[in-house]
Protein backbone atom coordinates (compact mmCIF):
# COMPACT_ATOMS: atom_id res chain seq x y z
CA UNK A 1 0.00 0.00 0.00
CA UNK A 2 1.22 3.84 -0.54
CA UNK A 3 2.15 5.12 2.39
CA UNK A 4 2.13 8.99 0.82
CA UNK A 5 -0.57 10.55 -1.44
CA UNK A 6 0.34 13.42 -2.89
CA UNK A 7 -1.63 16.84 -3.29
CA UNK A 8 -2.74 17.86 -6.27
CA UNK A 9 -2.23 15.21 -8.22
CA UNK A 10 -0.86 17.49 -10.97
CA UNK A 11 -0.18 21.35 -10.33
CA UNK A 12 0.71 23.99 -13.45
CA UNK A 13 1.81 27.56 -12.59
CA UNK A 14 3.79 30.16 -14.62
CA UNK A 15 7.71 30.60 -14.00
CA UNK A 16 8.51 33.00 -11.16
CA UNK A 17 5.30 31.98 -9.13
CA UNK A 18 5.89 29.26 -5.80
CA UNK A 19 4.41 25.90 -5.71
CA UNK A 20 2.82 23.73 -2.74
CA UNK A 21 2.57 20.06 -2.88
CA UNK A 22 1.47 18.65 -0.02
CA UNK A 23 1.73 14.51 1.13
CA UNK A 24 -0.51 12.79 3.89
CA UNK A 25 1.06 9.33 5.14
CA UNK A 26 -0.16 6.31 6.91
CA UNK A 27 2.05 4.86 9.84
CA UNK A 28 4.75 6.20 11.56
CA UNK A 29 8.20 7.22 10.20
CA UNK A 30 11.42 7.74 11.23
CA UNK A 31 11.98 10.34 8.54
CA UNK A 32 10.23 11.74 5.27
CA UNK A 33 11.72 12.25 2.38
CA UNK A 34 11.09 14.50 -0.95
CA UNK A 35 11.72 13.01 -4.43
CA UNK A 36 11.97 14.68 -8.23
CA UNK A 37 11.75 12.39 -11.06
CA UNK A 38 12.09 14.18 -14.69
CA UNK A 39 10.34 12.40 -17.66
CA UNK A 40 11.70 8.91 -18.47
CA UNK A 41 14.60 9.28 -15.40
CA UNK A 42 15.19 8.22 -12.40
CA UNK A 43 14.34 9.69 -8.76
CA UNK A 44 16.69 12.37 -7.24
CA UNK A 45 16.94 13.36 -4.03
CA UNK A 46 16.01 16.52 -2.85
CA UNK A 47 15.20 16.60 0.52
CA UNK A 48 14.54 14.82 4.40
CA UNK A 49 13.13 15.86 7.04
CA UNK A 50 13.48 13.82 10.48
CA UNK A 51 10.23 13.14 12.88
CA UNK A 52 11.69 15.11 15.41
CA UNK A 53 11.93 18.24 13.09
CA UNK A 54 9.17 20.59 11.77
CA UNK A 55 10.77 22.68 9.13
CA UNK A 56 13.48 22.34 6.75
CA UNK A 57 15.29 24.26 3.94
CA UNK A 58 17.43 23.67 1.27
CA UNK A 59 18.19 26.36 -1.32
CA UNK A 60 14.92 27.21 -3.00
CA UNK A 61 13.03 24.40 -1.15
CA UNK A 62 10.76 24.40 2.22
CA UNK A 63 9.57 21.22 3.97
CA UNK A 64 7.74 20.95 6.54
CA UNK A 65 6.16 17.81 8.57
CA UNK A 66 3.75 17.68 11.65
CA UNK A 67 3.49 14.44 12.31
CA UNK A 68 0.06 14.93 14.78
CA UNK A 69 -1.66 15.61 11.28
CA UNK A 70 0.48 13.02 9.68
CA UNK A 71 1.20 15.45 6.85
CA UNK A 72 4.10 17.31 5.08
CA UNK A 73 4.10 19.78 2.40
CA UNK A 74 6.83 20.91 -0.01
CA UNK A 75 7.29 24.34 -1.19
CA UNK A 76 9.42 25.41 -4.60
CA UNK A 77 10.18 29.58 -4.26
CA UNK A 78 10.72 31.12 -7.56
CA UNK A 79 9.93 28.27 -9.63
CA UNK A 80 11.64 27.89 -12.69
CA UNK A 81 10.81 26.05 -16.04
CA UNK A 82 13.23 22.95 -15.15
CA UNK A 83 11.52 22.20 -11.81
CA UNK A 84 9.01 20.74 -14.21
CA UNK A 85 9.02 17.35 -13.00
CA UNK A 86 6.85 14.74 -10.93
CA UNK A 87 7.54 15.22 -7.17
CA UNK A 88 7.21 12.41 -4.88
CA UNK A 89 7.08 12.24 -1.19
CA UNK A 90 8.20 9.10 0.53
CA UNK A 91 7.91 7.35 4.17
CA UNK A 92 10.91 5.99 5.75
CA UNK A 93 9.60 3.70 8.08
CA UNK A 94 10.67 0.34 9.88
CA UNK A 95 14.01 -1.18 11.47
CA UNK A 96 15.09 -1.10 7.82
CA UNK A 97 13.91 2.33 6.85
CA UNK A 98 11.98 0.85 4.02
CA UNK A 99 10.64 3.54 1.88
CA UNK A 100 7.30 3.78 0.85
CA UNK A 101 6.27 6.36 -1.58
CA UNK A 102 3.15 8.17 -2.61
CA UNK A 103 1.88 8.59 -6.56
CA UNK A 104 3.32 11.66 -6.74
CA UNK A 105 2.60 15.48 -8.18
CA UNK A 106 3.30 16.29 -11.55
CA UNK A 107 4.31 19.70 -11.79
CA UNK A 108 4.58 22.26 -14.72
CA UNK A 109 5.98 25.19 -14.75
CA UNK A 110 5.61 27.38 -17.67
CA UNK A 111 7.93 29.90 -19.48
CA UNK B 1 31.67 9.78 -8.48
CA UNK B 2 29.78 7.41 -10.39
CA UNK B 3 25.73 6.79 -10.25
CA UNK B 4 23.91 3.85 -10.22
CA UNK B 5 24.18 1.80 -13.78
CA UNK B 6 21.39 0.10 -15.34
CA UNK B 7 20.92 -2.36 -18.38
CA UNK B 8 19.27 -2.11 -20.54
CA UNK B 9 17.49 1.23 -20.74
CA UNK B 10 14.07 -0.41 -22.41
CA UNK B 11 13.05 -4.07 -23.31
CA UNK B 12 9.74 -5.50 -25.45
CA UNK B 13 9.15 -8.78 -24.94
CA UNK B 14 6.26 -11.40 -25.23
CA UNK B 15 4.05 -12.15 -22.43
CA UNK B 16 5.52 -15.78 -21.05
CA UNK B 17 9.25 -15.12 -22.20
CA UNK B 18 11.88 -14.23 -19.62
CA UNK B 19 13.63 -10.53 -18.92
CA UNK B 20 16.64 -10.02 -16.91
CA UNK B 21 17.62 -6.77 -15.79
CA UNK B 22 21.55 -5.78 -14.28
CA UNK B 23 22.26 -3.06 -11.69
CA UNK B 24 25.59 -1.80 -10.43
CA UNK B 25 25.41 0.19 -7.61
CA UNK B 26 27.63 3.33 -6.44
CA UNK B 27 30.95 2.02 -4.90
CA UNK B 28 31.11 1.52 -1.35
CA UNK B 29 27.03 1.39 -0.58
CA UNK B 30 26.28 -1.21 0.82
CA UNK B 31 22.36 -1.56 0.60
CA UNK B 32 21.01 -2.02 -3.13
CA UNK B 33 17.41 -1.25 -3.92
CA UNK B 34 14.87 -2.98 -6.88
CA UNK B 35 11.61 -0.91 -7.25
CA UNK B 36 8.59 -1.83 -9.45
CA UNK B 37 6.99 1.60 -10.99
CA UNK B 38 3.73 1.06 -12.63
CA UNK B 39 2.68 4.94 -15.18
CA UNK B 40 1.30 7.24 -12.90
CA UNK B 41 2.47 5.50 -9.67
CA UNK B 42 5.35 5.83 -7.31
CA UNK B 43 8.27 3.08 -6.97
CA UNK B 44 7.21 0.33 -5.36
CA UNK B 45 9.88 -1.68 -3.51
CA UNK B 46 10.13 -5.16 -4.39
CA UNK B 47 13.54 -6.14 -2.46
CA UNK B 48 16.58 -5.00 -0.70
CA UNK B 49 19.82 -6.32 -0.06
CA UNK B 50 22.22 -5.25 2.52
CA UNK B 51 25.67 -6.75 1.63
CA UNK B 52 24.47 -10.15 -0.39
CA UNK B 53 21.46 -10.81 2.22
CA UNK B 54 17.66 -10.24 1.62
CA UNK B 55 16.38 -7.31 4.31
CA UNK B 56 12.85 -7.20 2.54
CA UNK B 57 11.83 -8.81 0.04
CA UNK B 58 7.90 -8.81 0.97
CA UNK B 59 6.53 -7.44 -1.97
CA UNK B 60 8.49 -9.42 -4.58
CA UNK B 61 5.71 -11.71 -6.23
CA UNK B 62 8.17 -15.02 -6.00
CA UNK B 63 6.39 -16.72 -8.10
CA UNK B 64 7.60 -15.14 -11.36
CA UNK B 65 10.23 -13.00 -10.25
CA UNK B 66 13.77 -13.64 -8.54
CA UNK B 67 16.87 -11.14 -7.86
CA UNK B 68 20.38 -11.75 -6.55
CA UNK B 69 23.63 -10.00 -5.36
CA UNK B 70 25.82 -12.68 -5.66
CA UNK B 71 29.19 -10.63 -4.28
CA UNK B 72 27.42 -7.61 -1.98
CA UNK B 73 28.19 -5.77 -5.70
CA UNK B 74 26.19 -5.73 -8.69
CA UNK B 75 22.56 -7.14 -8.72
CA UNK B 76 19.90 -8.72 -11.30
CA UNK B 77 16.21 -9.39 -10.93
CA UNK B 78 14.42 -11.65 -13.24
CA UNK B 79 11.07 -12.10 -14.29
CA UNK B 80 10.00 -15.30 -15.61
CA UNK B 81 7.43 -15.76 -16.97
CA UNK B 82 6.46 -12.36 -17.92
CA UNK B 83 2.56 -10.68 -17.77
CA UNK B 84 1.44 -7.85 -19.58
CA UNK B 85 0.83 -6.18 -15.89
CA UNK B 86 4.33 -6.10 -15.58
CA UNK B 87 4.77 -3.65 -17.61
CA UNK B 88 6.57 -1.23 -15.76
CA UNK B 89 9.91 0.77 -15.02
CA UNK B 90 12.42 -1.13 -12.74
CA UNK B 91 14.71 1.01 -10.73
CA UNK B 92 17.85 0.39 -8.62
CA UNK B 93 18.72 2.16 -6.15
CA UNK B 94 21.52 2.27 -3.55
CA UNK B 95 22.45 3.92 0.13
CA UNK B 96 25.58 3.71 1.78
CA UNK B 97 24.35 2.78 5.54
CA UNK B 98 21.22 1.22 5.93
CA UNK B 99 21.36 1.67 9.81
CA UNK B 100 21.81 5.34 9.27
CA UNK B 101 18.07 7.34 10.23
CA UNK B 102 19.38 9.45 7.59
CA UNK B 103 20.27 7.32 4.93
CA UNK B 104 19.50 8.78 1.00
CA UNK B 105 19.29 6.30 -1.47
CA UNK B 106 20.62 7.36 -5.09
CA UNK B 107 18.76 5.86 -8.59
CA UNK B 108 19.53 4.81 -11.61
CA UNK B 109 18.23 5.50 -14.43
CA UNK B 110 15.88 2.77 -14.73
CA UNK B 111 14.63 -0.29 -16.93
CA UNK B 112 11.35 0.87 -18.91
CA UNK B 113 10.11 -2.84 -20.07
CA UNK B 114 7.27 -3.56 -22.11
CA UNK B 115 5.40 -6.84 -21.93
CA UNK B 116 3.35 -7.59 -25.25
Known amino acids: SQQGEEDPQALSIQEGENATMNCSYKTSINNLQWYRQNSGRGLVHLIL?????REKHSGRLRVTLDTSKKSSSLLITASRAADTASYFCAGSGGSNYKLTFGKGTLLTVNP | EAGVAQSPRYKIIEKRQSVAFWCNPI?????LYWYQQILGQGPKLLIQFQNNGVVDDSQLPKDRFSAERLKGVDSTLKIQPAKLEDSAVYLC??????????????FGPGTRLTVL
Open chain 2, 27 to 31: SGHAT
Open chain 2, 93 to 106: ASSLDLASSTDTQY
Open chain 1, 49 to 53: IRSNE
